[in-house]
């Protein structure tokens, strides 16, 4: 099975996990956020194309969620005003420790980060990736010209 198919069977159930958490628990529960998450860790950015079944799948995303899809796991290392760069934590890099870590954070309606969580990536490089993305600033995000507050993703990526 190619490594599209993989995706597009992934997407599948997660589109049945947006609707069924929502049924379920609702719109604005962790259950919807870990569902997220989820998808995030397993079908990264980088596994994702610019292909007609992503756009399908955004668009069924978009139906099942209404507005809270604005509230996914968009990824917001390009919309920051001001990202810290994370130091590489000693013990990782004495430990050859290296990949991906995304962040879930919650930015108020100032751009303030007011919560950062490891969702997925090593531990230790979570810890200090959680520590930078607070420090990150964003632009206000409007809905009706009233700012809101808003969740995403920070990706940030270990190299030794």
């Known amino acids: 099975m190619s490594a599209l198919n993989e995706v597009e ?6 589109l049945k996990s947006y609707a069924l958490a929502i049924k379920k628990f609702g719109r ?10 989820s998808r995030s860790c397993l079908i990264p950015p980088s596994r994702r194309t610019n292909s007609e079944s992503e756009r399908a ?6 139906k099942i969620l209404g507005e809270n899809d604005e509230q996914g796991a968009r990824i917001l290392n390009g919309k920051a ?3 810290p ?12 420790i290296s990949g991906m870590v995304s962040v879930r954070v919650k930015i108020d309606e100032q751009g303030n980060v007011i919560e950062a969580r490891t969702i997925c990536g090593h531990p230790i490089l979570g810890k200090a990736s959680e520590q ?3 420090g990150a600033k964003f632009a206000p ?3 009706d010209g009233k700012p809101i507050k808003v969740s995403g993703v920070i990706v940030y990526n270990f190299v030794p």
Not at 30 to 37: K, P, R, S
Not at 57 to 62: E, G, L, N, P
């Open 57 to 62: 799948f955004i668009d069924a995303r978009k």
């Open 81 to 83: 005003k001001s990202l």
């Open 9 to 14: 069977k992934a997407n599948e159930f997660y």
């Open 141 to 143: 995000t409007l809905r």
């Open 85 to 96: 760069l994370v130091p590489y934590p000693f013990e990782a890099k004495s430990r050859r």
């Open 28 to 37: 604005e529960t962790i259950e919807l956020e870990q569902v997220e998450d």
């Open 132 to 134: 930078a993305a607070r």
